[in-house]
T-cell receptor, first 116, second 112 residues
Framework: GAVVSQHPSWVICKSGTSVKIECRSL??????MFWYRQFPKQSLMLMAT?????????EQGVEKDKFLINHASLTLSTLTVTSAHPEDSSFYIC????????????FGEGSWLTVV | GESVGLHLPTLSVQEGDNSIINCAYS??????FIWYKQESGKGPQFIID?????DKRQGQRVTVLLNKTVKHLSLQIAATQPGDSAVYFC???????????FGGGTRLMVKP
């Protein structure tokens, strides 16, 4: 199957700093990518839909100025957590849809963010 | 400390037995459903999918059943193995640009 890669896998940052997480589709082009966050023992919650070359669409309750999403190319979307606080500590997961396979959605391995 | 949140239901089965994991979905307009497996600390892994024009689909050791009347989805795992231990999520495509909505998840524990 197709591969979606996230980087970094783990990151620890100080409160008040910003952290960027990258999501790459390694062997296909993805016009649409999705960002999720997952708290321990909970399900995935969609944060936003990232569209190549246009602004992301955020879900209700997600602060677009805090969670900046950029989808500058067909293989890369980035999520920047700005002015991070401990409550932003979570598991962030991206996914991308592969049109050639009937829009099957593939997930990255996730990125653990810990804000101290 | 750990966030207070929903504790996942747990299904405990003996190695070699069959497992059945259930999921209820909410959107009657959803036409595509997927089961994902998530191991600790990793992203979701695709297991099997089914479209709404089908009521059953089989893969290797796994079968997905769809009952649109009651909006219910199930995943059957035959001859469950220790490596099947993980959290299993169902997801539905709500026809809004391939966006997936996830169910709450079920933790499967396989006893040797």
């Amino acid at each position: 199957g197709a591969v979606v890669s996230q980087h970094p896998s783990w990151v620890i940052c100080k409160s008040g700093t910003s952290v960027k997480i990258e999501c790459r589709s390694l062997d296909f082009q993805a016009t649409t990518m999705f960002w999720y966050r997952q708290f321990p023992k909970q399900s995935l919650m969609l944060m936003a839909t990232s569209n190549e070359g246009s602004k992301a669409t955020y879900e209700q309750g997600v602060e677009k100025d805090k969670f900046l999403i950029n989808h500058a190319s067909l293989t890369l979307s980035t999520l920047t957590v700005t002015s991070a606080h401990p409550e932003d500590s979570s598991f962030y997961i991206c996914s991308a849809s592969l049109a050639a396979e009937g829009n099957t959605i593939y997930f990255g391995e996730g990125s653990w963010l810990t804000v101290v | 400390g750990e966030s207070v949140g929903l504790h996942l239901p747990t299904l405990s089965v003996q190695e070699g037995d069959n497992s059945i994991i259930n999921c209820a979905y909410s959107n009657s307009a959803s036409d595509y459903f997927i089961w994902y497996k998530q191991e600790s600390g990793k992203g979701p892994q695709f297991i099997i999918d089914i479209r709404s024009n089908m009521d059953k689909r089989q893969g290797q050791r796994v079968t997905v059943l769809l009952n649109k009347t009651v909006k219910h989805l199930s995943l059957q795992i035959a001859a469950t193995q220790p490596g099947d231990s993980a959290v299993y999520f169902c997801a539905e495509n709500n026809n809004a640009g391939n966006m997936l909505t996830f169910g709450g998840g079920t933790r499967l524990m396989v006893k040797p």
